[in-house]
């Protein structure tokens, strides 16, 4: 069974198997896997394989041929007719039933030293099976913390931003520093250049630099094909069919003007895809000159006295000390509410009024 797929403008791109099990191979079926059906399957593998078993597979149909030698002759034609039923269906389709098949016995007839998947359950494991899963893990540990390690001088929340956070802070100058159109970037920008081809290709000033180098090499049209790519794929519907056909004459035509190298085969592919354009036509050809340019550009660019001269030009910000949250500044008092005030007021001018009387008294007796 083959599944159809859709690009975002509704344009058929490619068939691929449905990995839906067929209900002849449910577990809930439980069919008794009998010996003669696992010798037919065995005597398929061996006439499509022409005897290249695996050794436990070649010991089980040795000893199922001794032992049903009486109806040996009913095995290999059955596994003949099968055989000669599977070339009638697609080869998607045939695919994922000898896919379905193969599991099927992997289960029910299991290789030597594992323990059976129906009795043990997920737990069906081999010891060289637990030491590929632990040097896997291993590996995966280590790559991890080497990109921790990596990216960590580059985290605003492990070592904070330079100048000043502009979060917390009313200074905008780490903005100003990272924009996209700037003299001298900062070396930690520059560095991160080096980790990964994506990592310049992401940055625009990356990308302008990488550009100028590409210039000097004579190869400047490899990033502007890259660019003009990722214009159509992220651009207006309405406009593919426009820019595709622009990308076409400028790039891929006969004679361009800007021509880029792309294999026979990408370029048999592309060409027909143009026939019926889409946002995702020049995937193909769009991820040749990538990895053209990331094998064979991108390290030497790297090496270059471009890119070293302007590492070496980077500005290190110095940390500026301002005020974390400017409104603290001068402190506040709260506010009192409008009753407390007038009661306040009352009580303070029956205040003056007897200091008032209080003097008038005074001023009385002394005269």
């Known amino acids: 069974?083959?599944?159809?797929?859709?690009?975002q403008d509704g344009v058929q791109r490619q068939q691929m198997p449905?990995?839906?099990?067929?209900?002849?191979?449910?577990?809930?079926?439980?069919w008794p896997a009998s010996e003669l059906d696992y010798a037919i399957y065995l005597a398929k593998k061996n006439i499509r394989k022409q005897g290249e078993l695996i050794e436990y597979e070649k010991e089980c149909y040795n000893a199922l041929h001794k032992r049903i030698n009486h109806t040996w002759d009913f095995v290999v034609m059955q596994a003949r007719e099968q055989l000669r039923a599977s070339k009638q269906r697609r080869k998607a389709d045939r695919i994922v039933l000898e896919c379905q098949e193969q599991a099927y016995w992997l289960v029910n007839r299991p290789p030597p030293g594992?323990?059976?998947?129906?009795?043990?359950?997920?737990?069906?494991?081999?010891?060289?099976?637990r030491v590929q899963l632990i040097r896997m893990l291993n590996s995966t540990k280590k790559s991890y913390v080497k990109y921790c390690e990596q990216y960590q001088p580059h985290d605003p929340i492990m070592q904070g931003c330079l100048p000043s956070n502009?979060?917390?802070?009313?200074?905008?100058?780490?903005?100003?520093?990272?924009?996209?159109?700037?003299?001298?970037?900062?070396?930690?920008?520059?560095?991160r250049w080096s980790f990964?081809?994506?990592?310049?290709?992401?940055?625009?000033?990356?990308?302008?630099?990488?550009?100028?180098?590409?210039?000097?090499?004579?190869?400047?049209?490899?990033?502007?094909?890259?660019?003009?790519?990722?214009?159509v794929r992220h651009g207006e519907t309405s406009k593919i069919p426009e820019k595709v056909d622009e990308v076409y004459k400028q790039f891929l035509a006969p004679g361009a003007s800007r021509w880029v190298n792309i294999d026979s085969k990408t370029m048999e592919k592309t060409l027909e895809g143009l026939k019926r354009p889409h946002r995702f036509v020049l995937d193909d050809a769009q991820m040749h000159i990538y990895f053209l340019m990331k094998k064979?550009?991108?390290?030497?660019?790297?090496?270059?006295?471009?890119?070293?001269?302007?590492?070496?030009?980077?500005?290190?910000?110095?940390?500026?000390?301002?005020?974390v949250?400017?409104?603290?500044?001068?402190?506040?008092?709260?506010?009192?509410?409008?009753?407390l005030a007038t009661q306040i007021g009352e009580d303070d001018g029956k205040g003056k009024n007897s200091n008032s009387v209080k003097s008038n008294s005074g001023t009385a007796s002394r005269l």
């Not at 905008?172 to 560095?191: C, D, G, Q, Y």
């Open 1 to 7: 069974m083959t599944i159809n797929t859709l690009s």
């Open 325 to 339: 949250f400017p409104f603290m500044r001068r402190q506040r008092h709260s506010s009192p509410s409008p009753a």
């Open 196 to 231: 990964s081809f994506m990592e310049l290709l992401n940055d625009s000033m990356g990308r302008k630099e990488f550009l100028t180098y590409l210039e000097k090499e004579f190869s400047a049209e490899n990033l502007c094909f890259w660019q003009a790519c990722e214009d």
């Open 114 to 129: 594992t323990l059976e998947n129906i009795d043990y359950g997920p737990e069906r494991r081999t010891m060289n099976t």
């Open 166 to 191: 502009p979060w917390i802070t009313d200074d905008i100058m780490f903005w100003n520093m990272h924009s996209e159109t700037v003299a001298v970037p900062t070396k930690l920008r520059v560095e």
């Open 296 to 323: 064979d550009s991108y390290p030497r660019y790297l090496k270059s006295e471009l890119y070293k001269n302007l590492l070496a030009r980077a500005i290190v910000p110095q940390e500026t000390k301002k005020s």
């Open 18 to 30: 449905c990995l839906t099990k067929t209900p002849y191979y449910w577990m809930s079926t439980r």
